[in-house]
């Protein structure tokens, strides 16, 4: 009796061993995912938080929108807020855009930088309905000088002031042309890059390699008569690309800091997508077409036998190669220089003194480009009223037009055009600009178009200036 009873007993008390080892591993691991799911709350948090603090309140939103934190909640929803709010403001609607800002400006719980952005969305709005800023709008025209009264010998082209990048005049712009020797302007500027970075004297001597031989055969291609072997100065060389245009002077320059005409001709193309050149397709360093370039055999890069811009890059590239390497314009100016012995004149007939140098003002720059598909280019600088100006005139018919015709441009604008200064409500204060406009037709009524993004770092403010429905084009570096 004694040993069945133990059977019955066992019989009722193991099922509920194992049902309460079964309940036992159940409260484990609903207790292992609570604390899993704790641990994936706090770590969104935490990186959310941590994007706030850069400035990323866009690329925070989705951490904290993922915790379970009731604060990570409300901190994505004062961002979602934000975004509503910027939305508004690049609608034109600042009174909606200011009455959100300021709901996120006043609520707490939250972090410093979202109650910074919303701080900075309600001044700006403000500012624009107390300055009426412009919405959304569509220029009915350009404000810049009249392209059908200048330029008519001239297939594309652009004038802009060096320092505010304001377009005065342009003509077909952004058509992509082959601009021969002017793409040595890229080149000069990827080679003052490679002399700042690496520290690199001028008086570096260099020796000519064998790359430039073959140039010899083309008597009427523009050179410097290098002779292989030989030894010249770094600044010898950049005087040559830049005054006499010297297509075996630029090779001999990549060949010394890139180590293959190839290479220099990457850099290039490198330096112009960070320059947001899109323009820009190359098939080497000197402007050369392919099939008389003894330095390529096949062109890897593009699809186009010779060196292609577009005016306004062109013009783009000059500011930028001006505003950073100022000295560029000592030598521009030189008239003439020596090498071997053998006098090189520039070939820029604008210069003071020059067949086509104009009274008014004095040409102290840039660069000529000519060939049988880019015809006669230029790209000339000067300075008029006190501001520098820079003038790219792209396939003229001949010599002579190239010249005639950037000439009768800068004469029109130092004739018919003044520059003045003029103080614009700009966020998050006023500011001063310098701005060229037609003599006889104030620009009184100057209103402003902001385009906002406050919550990715870098913050951008864009604006447009505009004269009634006009807009003022500006050919902006970065």
Not at 130 to 142: A, E, N, R
Not at 185 to 212: D, E, F, G, M
């Amino acid at each position: 009796m004694e040993g069945r009873s133990i059977r019955t007993s066992s019989k009722i008390k193991r099922p509920l061993v194992v049902k309460i080892l079964i309940l036992i591993s159940l409260l484990s691991l609903v207790n292992l995912s609570g604390c899993q799911s704790l641990a994936n709350s706090n770590d969104s948090l935490k990186t959310g938080e941590h994007w706030v603090r850069q400035g990323q309140l866009l690329r925070a939103r989705p951490y904290l929108q993922n915790s379970q934190q009731t604060k990570a909640q409300q901190y994505a929803r004062q961002i979602s807020m934000l975004q509503t709010a910027q939305q508004d403001f690049n609608q034109g609607r600042f009174a909606a855009s200011k009455k959100k800002a300021q709901q996120v400006s006043q609520e707490l719980p939250t972090l410093g930088n979202i109650h910074h952005v919303a701080r900075q969305l309600v001044k700006v709005s403000q500012k624009a309905q107390q300055q009426k800023f412009l919405g959304p709008t569509v220029p009915t025209s350009l404000a810049q000088m009249d392209a059908t009264q200048v330029g008519q010998q001239i297939t594309a082209g652009i004038l802009i002031d060096q320092k505010s990048g304001q377009v005065i005049w342009q003509k077909q712009a952004r058509q992509v042309l082959p601009v021969a020797s002017l793409s040595k302007l890229l080149a000069v500027y990827t080679i003052y890059q490679t002399l700042n970075t690496r520290k690199i004297s001028l008086q570096t001597a260099v020796v000519a390699p064998t790359i430039i031989s073959g140039l010899e055969n083309h008597s009427d291609l523009s050179t410097a008569k290098l002779t292989v072997g030989h030894s010249y100065t770094i600044e010898q060389l950049l005087q040559a690309t830049l005054v006499a245009s010297a297509n075996d002077a630029v090779m001999v320059l990549g060949q010394y800091l890139y180590g293959s005409q190839e290479r220099f001709v990457q850099i290039m193309l490198q330096n112009a997508q960070a320059l947001h050149l899109k323009s820009v397709q190359l098939v080497n360093a000197n402007g050369l077409p392919a099939d008389i370039d003894p330095s390529v055999e096949n062109n890897f890069h593009t699809q186009v036998s010779e060196n292609q811009f577009c005016a306004q890059d062109l013009a783009r590239l000059t500011q930028v190669l001006i505003e950073q390497f100022p000295q560029v314009l000592k030598v521009t100016q030189l008239k003439q220089i020596n090498i071997d012995g053998r006098n090189l004149d520039n070939t820029n007939e604008m210069l003071p003194d020059a067949k086509y140098s104009p009274t008014k003002y004095q040409v102290d720059g840039l660069k000529t480009g000519t060939g049988e598909k880019a015809g006669y280019s230029t790209v000339i600088t000067t300075v008029i009223q006190k501001r520098r100006v820079i003038l790219v005139v792209l396939k003229a018919p001949s010599n002579e037009d190239r010249f005639l015709q950037a000439r009768a441009l800068l004469d029109y604008l130092a004739q018919n055009w003044v520059n003045k200064y003029k103080k614009l409500p700009t966020y998050p204060q006023n500011s001063w600009h310098s701005i060229w406009q037609p003599q006889h037709e104030g620009f009184n009524n100057l209103r402003l178009q902001y385009q906002l993004d406050l919550l990715k770092k870098p913050q951008r403010l864009d604006y447009s200036i505009w004269v009634h429905k006009q807009q003022l084009p500006i050919l902006r570096t970065h």
